[in-house]
T-cell receptor
Framework: DSGVTQTPKHLITATGQRVTLRCSPR?????VYWYQQSLDQGLQFLIH???????AKGNILERFSAQQFPDLHSELNLSSLELGDSALYFC???????????????FGEGSRLTVL | AQTVTQSQPEMSVQEAETVTLSCTYD???????LFWYKQPPSRQMILVIR??????QNATENRFSVNFQKAAKSFSLKISDSQLGDAAMYFC??????????????FGKGTHLIIQP
């Protein structure tokens, strides 16, 4: 158990709809990262939040948005869904980078989104 | 931008044998971290081993070890005494130290490891 919690585990929806994925980081971690893994592909970095503020953006579509709340949980919002958005969405958290940091990301179990 | 390349989409090994998975990366930085993550059929991402670029000594974790060649920008994973439970997708990943973790990890496309009983 990584200590990172993601909900829901599975989600099936239709094209054009909007969904929200939720992530709770490990206790004490300030960073939350979102990744997308399409079928048989590697993980694509979407966005990083640190202590409530956006820190870095990757290949995130304009239809997608995220936020991190004061209690440090994060939500990834996916709107106007298309068939190609079907994927496994991972959340990960990490300890702050610094001299004692290992650089490791701790991953949740992922949210599998199926768009029909 | 950093890139990570895994040139072996799939590898197969007999149980109890040794297998080596390849990874190369491209970076202009001198301080960074390298990782191997395992993704079994459950899809959970599990850290296998980690290497800090400033350390010359290769990391080892039980049956897992790496061959880190900084000048060649190569980071291979050796699995000794392969077990059926090692069957999974293996991802090589890079993290920049200078960015303070802003960009997280950059992953390769993965190698599917099959263990033959």
């Amino acid at each position: 158990d990584s200590g990172v919690t993601q909900t829901p585990k599975h989600l099936i929806t239709a094209t054009g709809q909007r969904v929200t994925l939720r992530c709770s980081p490990r206790s004490g971690d300030l960073s939350v990262y979102w990744y997308q893994q399409s079928l048989d592909q590697g993980l694509q970095f979407l966005i990083h939040y640190y202590n409530g503020e956006e820190r870095a953006k990757g290949n995130i579509l304009e239809r997608f948005s995220a936020q991190q709340f004061p209690d440090l949980h994060s939500e990834l919002n996916l709107s106007s869904l298309e068939l190609g958005d079907s994927a496994l969405y991972f959340c990960a958290s990490s300890e702050p980078f610094g001299q004692i940091s290992t650089g490791e990301l701790f991953f949740g179990e992922g949210s599998r989104l199926t768009v029909l | 931008a950093q890139t990570v390349t895994q040139s072996q989409p799939e590898m197969s090994v007999q149980e109890a044998e040794t297998v080596t998975l390849s990874c190369t990366y491209d970076t202009s930085e001198s301080d960074y971290y390298l990782f191997w993550y395992k993704q079994p059929p459950s899809r959970q991402m599990i850290l296998v081993i980690r290497q800090e670029a400033y350390k010359q000594q290769n990391a080892t974790e039980n049956r897992f070890s790496v061959n880190f060649q900084k000048a060649a920008k190569s980071f291979s994973l050796k699995i000794s005494d392969s077990q059926l439970g090692d069957a999974a997708m293996y991802f090589c990943a890079y993290a920049s130290y200078s960015g303070g973790g802003a960009d997280g990890l950059t992953f390769g496309k993965g190698t599917h490891l099959i263990i033959q009983p």
